[in-house]
């Protein structure tokens, strides 16, 4: 019986899912990105990264909350049942103009994929990319719901371990602007641990 539930426990950590009460996971070795939310709601969320699973993203995520490229920026694509999309470093800033948000980057070059065998559960986070796989900067998304439509198409980077219950609150996009959110939520400050 100790085995099984070990080896159950082994596998929950594993896929990087959320309990069951879709409000937190294991947390892993890390390194945590830390996000303190701002605008409609408030609060912390604690993503564990993954660099076994996609060192080079989560090298370049770490870079850029090392040097607070990712505070004030914006989540500018929220879609209900789906994602919540922030990390446009270059357009995506809040109090600027955001009418470009969602199509910049960072000052560095985009990323190899490093596409893997995790699937996009509720709280996993992948990093935005236009249609070529290698095209990864500085965006990621958090998952609001399963996406298996996405596995294998997108880098997986960590998973949600605290304030879950949070990025379910971000303020929403309309649907018909495909989740362009107006007067949106922010990343006030964020950092690793």
Not at 122 to 139: I, L, T, Y
């Amino acid at each position: 019986m100790r085995k099984l539930l070990l080896a159950t426990a082994l596998a929950f950590a594993a896929t990087g899912a959320l309990a069951q009460d879709g409000t937190t996971a294991p947390d892993g070795p890390g390194p945590n990105l830390v996000l303190e939310i701002g605008g409609s709601v408030s609060g912390k969320v604690v993503i564990d990264l993954l660099p076994d699973v996609a060192p080079g993203h989560v090298e370049r995520i770490t870079q850029l909350a090392n040097e607070h490229a990712y505070d004030d920026v914006v989540f500018h694509r929220v879609i209900e049942g789906f994602m919540a999309q922030t990390g446009d470093v270059q357009f995506g800033k809040r109090g600027g103009d955001l009418s470009m948000a969602g199509m910049g980057g960072s000052k560095y070059g985009d990323l190899p994929a490093e596409f893997s065998n995790r699937s996009f559960a509720r709280g996993m986070v992948g990093m935005a990319r236009s249609a070529s796989p290698d095209s990864a900067n500085s965006q990621f998304f958090i998952m609001f719901e399963p996406a298996p439509h996405l596995d294998g198409q997108y880098t997986i980077v960590g998973h949600v371990v605290e304030g879950m219950d949070l990025v379910d609150k971000l303020k929403k996009g309309a649907p018909e602007l495909n989740g362009l959110v107006e007067d949106p939520d922010y990343i006030v400050k964020a950092t690793i641990e």
